[in-house]
């Protein structure tokens, strides 16, 4: 059965294409879509363990979309294709800025292992606070660092450990914190200069909120014990 989500008008809609086309950039992989009580909540993964014996933590981007329909779903598309489905849908409401839009979903894979790790919805307690220019400024030291030490024509192997090893190491200061989720926050456009960045902690999961998106931490296992 085709399923789909409606947005409330094309202003949302131009939203989810920015932010698809930032993870696409990121990962071309999947995203994972979960519609209920008015609410889209739409992750994307920007670092993931490769396999059983990758300490990489789980790092997710979410945003949310407010939806007028009463959908519920929880479904796994390609990036690529969900992008395309949305850029042609803005091209068709052009005309009816402040109409609802309805987005129809390609097909789902069944095969991304991210996906089936799940963020607690609740239980979440605040810790001390971050800055957006702190997290901006370890995310670029992050970048030129990989950029440095992985030469070009690198086996994807090769790419991913490195990249693992320099987002898996904590911020300074904040130790529950992996580099990698001030990469995604920065890749995902979450930071604005001079914004303040709220963390909370549940389990071992760590969020991190500003006004323009959440990043989601699975932190790795030697790291929970502190």
Avoid: C
């Avoid at 929880?74 to 042609?88: F, K, N």
């Amino acid at each position: 059965m085709s399923r789909s989500f409606t947005l409330v008008d094309s202003l949302a809609l131009g939203d989810l294409h920015v932010f698809l086309g930032r993870a696409l950039r990121v990962e071309d992989g999947s995203v994972r879509l979960i519609a209920g009580s008015g609410v889209l909540a739409v992750y994307v993964a920007v670092l993931h363990p490769a396999g059983l014996l990758d300490e990489s933590p789980t790092v997710l981007g979410l945003r949310t979309f407010a939806v007028t329909g009463a959908e519920e779903f929880d479904a796994v598309v390609p990036v690529r294709s969900l992008l395309m489905r949305v850029e042609g849908r803005l091209e068709a409401a052009a005309a009816d800025v402040a109409e609802p839009i309805t987005v129809s979903l390609p097909l789902e894979v069944n095969s991304v292992a991210w996906a089936a790790i799940s963020p607690p919805r609740g239980g979440w307690h605040a810790l001390e606070p971050t800055t957006s220019d702190l997290l901006d400024a370890v995310a670029k030291k992050g970048i030129d660092e990989v950029a440095q030490v992985i030469p070009t024509g690198t086996g994807e192997a090769i790419v991913h450990r490195v990249r693992a090893e320099i987002w898996g190491k904590p911020i300074t200061g904040f130790d529950h914190i992996p580099g990698g989720a001030a990469f995604a926050a920065l890749s995902l456009g979450f930071l604005g200069e001079g914004d303040p960045v709220a963390v909370y902690e549940s389990g071992p999961w760590t969020r991190l909120t500003t006004k323009r998106g959440h990043v989601l931490v699975k932190r790795r296992a030697w790291t929970l014990a502190r």
